[in-house]
């Protein structure tokens, strides 16, 4: 399949299942409080993610041979994620401290090592034959945005990205924009969602904590209630809704 000249719209979605690179970000999650730490990352749990929800997936970023680039690694081939686009670069694996407090996280430090990277020929060659790639603010890719969407389908995190001057540079090469709106109104998150549409993306998904999600986009808007849980602890957890999103939007294609 040659992508090269078509717009993201056109391009098609495979029959079977979806294949998603995951690009960039990547991070152990080190608890103070608990001495342990966990891979993680957005990138890297939307690969897991959307592998779970029944996409194949692989995963492209950087590590250090360290015990916490190894940690990553062992874990995405242990969730059946193809690790043959993940690089281990001389110096240390990116990393972030936290603390949890009633179940929600608080950043407490972070480095992120060796886990900012431009694209290989490698890892554009597999987006070519993916029918979407998804990456974010954490990835520091923008300037490279326009080309992925020339090679397919663009999912990105804007994470709390409010300001329409950066939605409006990004929000063109999207088939999916994603945000954090936690302490949104149910308004201010429509508009939020409207914004993106106005600026080209095709789809926006605004995550709202407590208050549910909503979902925009072909004229529509869709609405999901919170489900009362008691949350150990939140991290990751719109990187996987962001999955779960964009692996249906795919199958729907």
């Known amino acids: 399949r040659t992508f090269s000249h078509r717009h993201r719209d056109e391009i098609p979605v495979s029959q079977a299942t979806p294949r998603i690179l995951a690009f960039g970000d990547n991070v152990v999650d080190c608890y103070r409080d608990r001495q342990r730490m966990f891979p993680g990352g957005n990138c890297v749990n939307h690969a897991v993610f959307a592998r779970r929800f029944g996409a194949e997936t692989a995963y492209a970023g950087a590590v250090a041979d360290d015990a916490a680039g190894r940690a990553i690694r062992d874990a995405l081939v242990a969730e059946g994620v193809e690790t043959s686009l993940l690089r281990f670069l001389p110096g240390q694996t990116a990393y972030c401290v936290i603390a949890t407090e009633g179940g929600e996280r608080a950043f407490l430090g972070a480095n992120l090592g060796v886990s900012v990277i431009a694209p290989s020929p490698a890892d554009l060659a597999w987006m070519k034959t993916a029918d979407a790639v998804h990456t974010g603010r954490s990835s520091h890719v923008d300037a490279w945005l326009a080309h992925f969407a020339s090679l397919t389908r663009v999912s990105y995190d804007f994470a709390t990205i409010r300001d329409e001057g950066r939605i409006a540079a990004i929000a063109p090469h999207c088939f999916l924009a994603g945000f954090s709106g ?10 939020l969602a409207e914004t993106a549409l106005r600026h080209g993306a095709r789809w926006a998904v605004i995550t709202r904590g407590g208050d549910g999600a909503l979902l925009a986009g072909g004229g529509r808007l869709h609405e999901a209630p919170a489900v009362l ?24 294609e």
């Open 182 to 191: 936690g302490g949104l109104s149910r308004g201010e998150a429509q508009a």
């Open 229 to 252: 849980v008691r949350p150990v602890d939140t991290l990751g957890a719109g990187d996987t809704f962001i999955a779960r999103t964009l692996v249906g939007l795919l199958g729907n």
